[in-house]
């Protein structure tokens, strides 16, 4: 206002003082209630909704309109009047088919994990949008901390709106810790849609499209989420299972320059797994398979005739593919590959070099994260079935010689297996504990220790083990046990939120939770009743490290 006081002032002797048009966006204020939270993105006016004492933003596109396996791109300048009160339409997935473990309580909890069920909702392809939860009140400029949720599903499935009672609970409870945080969370492209692979992928610069979804949508926060109150340099990013695999994705890609897009991580069962190249093994075969079975064979540019397809047409042939409940579980047909545009090597490589980006990790597992993958495998009850299954979905690359010392590392005494600590409890199958222990570790306990084991050295660490839910029938400790997505407090909450604030998961109450030291690797070590105890991130050495070697000995890529 000063400028125009003084440019009329200047014109006040020969010409009348013209009051100053009023921007764009003021004639839509009169169409909004003005009892719903509003924010200003570039010439757009967005209203959002109230919840208690909350204020959310949902469904806000943050890409241009999304062409079928091609990138997405940052969406054009807003305008107009954006409705942001409801979550956006779910990114297609990967249609489950979860086995029947024969025990209620295990399949309730497969039928309400977001990231072990079918989503409910309506799917389209053009389903790239970011969520916001905030505190009531908050306005632009007031430079929070902010929160970055990457949800978990295998690459397969998964959606935000399954995560709201989960923001919203950390949310309120920032505010009553009196270290208000913002939320956010944004949907990427899955399964065939995300990560397809193939030579003609590769040659079109097409490949890990969902990780490329995900950087987008960060440098949509990073570009947007002061409008909302929060701190553009004060962003973690939270990822569980593959949303943990891929937040340490987004801290490999770009050699490591992380583009000041975020200053922290958490990662909850989830460290950077070994990868194939894009153009090779499964990765051209099911290409191959999905253009064979939609009778684009025959076509000069299979790539193209993929794309303009009926979306029906694929989806049916995409459905068709295994999940991480069919036989080979965890060992996924769409996944991230070094595609030399987002991954120019395998994690494998990388870490040991150093290059992912110098920043404070927050990292957990549970204790028993193969059990709900081994109920895919049931089937598997000999001795011959246990190699036959090792030896074909899981290590093909190995020789018999190589592998010969797993069958003693890993042994069918179900008190070695499993839910670990249980004796014989569990047992349901002569081998079922046994592939539990072997996926786990293979998963999760190795990758996580070599990722660990070289960060540390190189940034703050701060590492947990749960112990929770122990007593499960079957799958005890599971893999997603430590996540509270209800409206509940989490065991975690005020650990995370500090974390998020203070890059310190430390809290007033309870035991000191130490920084891992690769000399001296210490969890902080979650029972299933009781305060937190301190443990050493060793025991199961001898067998992980030999599964972390022979990995090694055989690289997938590149």
């Known amino acids: 206002m000063e400028l125009v006081g003084l440019v009329c002032l200047c014109l006040l002797a020969t010409h009348a003082c013209a009051m100053p048009k009023p921007p764009a966006r003021e004639p839509l204020r009169s169409q909004l209630d003005g009892n719903k939270p509003v924010v200003f993105l570039d ?26 396996f091609r990138p997405s791109e940052l969406n054009d300048p807003y305008h107009g009047l954006i409705d942001a009160r409801s979550y956006g339409p779910l990114c297609p997935q990967q249609k489950l088919e979860p086995p029947n473990s024969g025990i209620q309580q295990v399949n309730n909890i497969m039928n309400q994990a977001p990231e072990l069920h079918n989503a409910q909702g309506i799917e389209k392809e053009d389903c790239l949008s970011i969520n916001i939860i905030r505190p009531a009140g908050v306005v632009s400029g007031r430079k929070l901390s902010v929160l970055v949720w990457i949800h978990g599903g295998a690459y397969q499935i998964g959606d935000t709106a399954s995560y709201d009672k989960m923001g919203s609970r950390l949310v309120r409870r920032s505010v009553s810790l009196g270290s208000p945080v913002i939320f956010v969370s944004m949907n990427y492209r899955l399964s065939a849609y995300g990560f397809l692979g193939g030579a003609q992928v590769f040659q079109e610069k097409s490949g890990n499209l969902g990780l490329r979804d995900q950087r987008l949508a960060l440098r949509w926060v990073n570009k947007y989420i002061g409008a909302f109150g929060g701190d553009k340099s004060k962003v ?72 303009n397809l009926p979306f029906s047409k694929l989806k049916t042939v995409v459905d068709r593919t295994p999940n991480f409940f069919s036989y080979p579980s965890l060992a996924l047909v769409w996944h991230p590959s070094v595609d030399n545009v987002f991954l120019t090597d395998n994690p494998q490589s990388l870490v040991p070099q150093g290059k992912f980006a110098n920043v404070p990790i927050l990292s957990g597992i549970c204790d028993d994260e193969g059990t709900l993958f081994a109920l895919s495998s049931l089937n598997v009850t000999t001795e011959d079935d246990f190699r036959g299954y090792i030896s074909s979905v899981w290590q093909p690359r190995n020789t018999p010689e190589e592998l010969a010392p797993l069958w003693n590392f890993y042994t069918s005494n179900a008190a070695d297996g499993s839910p670990f600590n249980t004796g014989t409890q569990n047992t349901l199958t002569a081998q079922f504990k046994r592939v539990a222990a072997f996926i786990g570790d293979s998963i999760q306990l190795g990758p996580r ?35 509270a997505t209800d409206s509940e407090p989490g065991f975690l909450d005020d650990h995370l939120i500090n974390f998020v604030v203070r890059l310190d998961p430390n809290v007033k109450m309870g035991p000191r939770w130490p920084s891992y030291d690769s000399n001296s690797p210490k969890l902080f070590t979650f029972p299933e009743v009781g305060p937190p105890t301190i443990t050493l991130d060793n025991f199961r050495s001898d067998s992980v490290n030999y599964l972390n070697n022979i990995s090694a000995a055989h690289p997938l890529c590149c």
């Not at 919840?51 to 933003?57: A, N």
């Not at 340490?248 to 950077?272: D, H, K, V, W, Y």
């Open 236 to 307: 973690t990013l939270w990822g569980q299972s593959s949303g943990a695999i891929s937040t340490t994705l987004q801290m490999i890609t770009n050699n490591g320059n992380n583009e000041g897009l975020f200053r922290a991580a958490i990662l909850q069962s989830g460290a950077p797994l070994p990868v194939g190249n894009i153009t090779k093994g499964p990765n051209q075969s099911f290409y191959d398979l999905i253009v064979s079975e939609t009778g684009c064979s025959t076509s000069a540019n299979t790539l193209d005739c993929l794309r």
């Open 43 to 68: 010439k757009a006016t967005v209203s959002g909704t109230h919840d208690g004492p909350l204020s959310k933003f949902l469904g806000i596109s943050f890409s241009k309109p999304l062409e079928r």
């Open 449 to 483: 220790r070599i990722f660990l084991q070289k960060a540390s050295k190189t940034q703050t660490v701060w590492a947990y083990l749960s112990k929770k839910s122990k007593s499960v029938p079957g799958i005890g400790s599971y893999h997603g046990s430590d996540l």
